[in-house]
């Protein structure tokens, strides 16, 4: 007899998630409650709770949940946070930030996928997520200071809109590019000329592209 999603949901968080060191219960959760499925095309449904990423159209992808989960934990996200999301996809990442964090807000450069994660967002009940489409090395300089920005898509270096987006004490994820591969690197801003910076596991993302 075939797992139901809920189950599949189950047993992803067990396994790819608390098995691998994922331990903020927060994230966790959100991970349990937030439908994948209802993220990708009907055709992928039955891969959703897969341990790899997805395609999600337009040269995209929906990225493992290890990953995803691995980000967010190390952004330590705290229930009062303004979250900003640069890459957002399909949606899905905003979907686990919703239950996180107070305010969330994604930038996604393709057209086509914002309109359709606003829909999903919006059938899910995420009403309060803004999905915005444009440049993601531009940043969103209209809600400004971010606590935590993270980005979905791997540049050579960190966009400079985005450092100034964040506020004192706040963390920024992403991935970038270092000679042939990827890795995840966390910023925290000491003030507002310096960052502190600490290198983390090694990645594979999609590139952020500017207009």
């Known amino acids: 007899m075939a797992m139901s999603f809920q189950q599949q949901r189950e047993q992803m968080v067990?396994?790819?998630l608390k098995r691998r060191?994922?331990?903020d219960k927060?994230?966790?959760a959100a991970f349990m409650k937030v439908p994948r499925e209802l993220f990708v095309e009907k055709r992928l449904q039955k891969a959703a709770y897969d341990d790899r990423p997805l395609p999600i159209g337009e040269e995209q992808t929906i990225s493992q949940p290890y990953i995803v989960a691995y980000m967010l934990e190390k952004l330590?996200?705290?229930?009062?946070?303004?979250?900003l999301e640069v890459g957002s996809g399909c949606g899905y990442v905003l979907a686990l930030l919703a239950e996180i964090a107070k305010e969330v807000y994604g930038l996604e450069r393709r057209e086509k996928l914002g309109q359709q994660s606003r829909q999903t967002l919006s059938r899910l009940g995420y009403d309060r997520v803004e999905v915005k489409i444009g440049d993601g090395t531009k940043g969103l300089r209209e809600k400004t200071p971010f606590a935590k920005i993270l980005v979905s898509a791997a540049s050579a270096q960190v966009p400079q809109e985005l450092k100034e987006q964040l506020k004192v004490s706040g963390k920024m994820?992403?991935?970038l590019s270092q000679g042939f591969g990827q890795r995840l690197v966390l910023l925290t801003k000491r003030n507002q000329d310096s960052f502190s910076r600490r290198k983390l596991q090694a990645v594979r993302f999609v590139p952020l592209i500017a207009d």
């Open 21 to 23: 060191g994922i331990k």
């Open 76 to 83: 330590q996200i705290s229930p009062g946070d303004r979250v």
């Open 173 to 175: 994820i992403l991935p």
């Open 26 to 28: 927060r994230v966790l």
């Open 14 to 16: 067990e396994k790819q």
